[in-house]
């Protein structure tokens, strides 16, 4: 895991799961080279180290679901599972029961992810893959604890519990669980490159919009023949922004561009596609009926009229035109921005900061038009 975080360094879950599960194995290694004097010790010490590896595991499935794992939860888990067990060792109790409280704490914890990765079940089928192996690591752990009072009856030392059945059980289930963890966290990682790569091929690179490639994608997913003519294809313009880079350089007119997009997103609907086709051109595809997206237009117009954009001068505002059209069920997305570009172009004709709808879907809308000087 650590080998993959080399390759891209800003994953740091990646890291995160290396530490965990080199953390694990050193505590598996603890207790099968007898490295300390006593069971007690040995179990007192490896168990520091599978909770470690615990912690490590639960940050990194969370930092990648980009929230932090609970602090106080892991630590207190932690803290109390080892003090139990320091008192059994100190009180000379046998050492199943010390087992049980290590694998309880364990199950316990990783229980606790579970609970807060549970956006993971919601997820794609990866991620609640991921997730169901999770809830299969924390019972694996409570199970053990259950099997502890009948497998482990009077051992006493670290070769009895290395030739133990209890022992060849754990062996076999950690190396199983571990090796499928590990294989479902690299498809993650792989799956995750992937949308990555995808999200930058099918993004604008300046404003973070969606481009014609992407604007493709997303209807296709989004929009089916079905509901075509329940969407609207809106086409908006920054009116003048030739003047803006003229006046003020590129730089700050690819800034007005990003919040521009910004703006767009911001006000539109969740379900609404939001794209760029062209230089201070954006699409935008709108679900509702032709009066609900005429109104939509006409509040997006009147908002960008009011709107104070960050890099330009206090009192300098600026206006958009728009022009739209409802897509038809012989249509394509390409052939109603066309129609909506046509209304576009009469917006310009009339002065520009309004809406402009083709199409006789709209002949029983009322027209609204914001005329807002910039």
Known sequence: MSGVWMLDTKRKHMLLFGLGFATFATGLLLQVLHLLPSLNAEVFTATAFYLLAGLFFCEA????????FSPFAGVA??????????????????????AIVSNFGLGAM??????????????????????????????????????????????????????SKYWTLVTISVSFIGV????????????????????ERDSDP???????????????????????????VIIADIDHFKAINDEFGHSIGDKVLVEFASLLRLTADEGTIVGRVGGEEFILIVEGSAEQCEVFANRLCNHVARYSFSMLPNGRKLTSSFGMSIMRNHETVWDAAERADIALLRVKRRGRNRVAVEGSEFQNTAHVNYLLTA
Request: glycine share 6%.
């Open 206 to 232: 300046l404003t973070g919009v969606l481009n014609r490639r992407g604007l493709e994608r997303s209807i296709g997913r989004k929009v089916t023949a079905s509901d075509k003519n329940k969407r609207a």
């Open 61 to 68: 499935v969370m930092v990648r679901l980009g929230r932090p």
């Open 110 to 163: 990783i229980a606790v992810l579970c609970i807060k990765s549970q956006q993971l079940a919601e997820g794609n089928w990866i991620e609640r893959t991921l997730h169901s192996v999770l809830m299969i690591f924390a019972m694996h752990f409570f199970l053990r604890s259950v099997l502890t009072f009948n497998m482990l009856e009077g051992v006493a030392s670290s070769e009895e519990l290395i030739s």
């Open 180 to 199: 499928l963890l590990g294989l479902v966290i690299l498809v993650v990682a792989t799956a995750d490159v992937v949308n990555e790569l995808q999200g």
């Open 77 to 98: 888990i932690s803290v109390l599972t080892l003090a139990m067990i320091a008192y059994l060792a100190q009180a000379g109790i046998a050492y199943k029961y010390m």
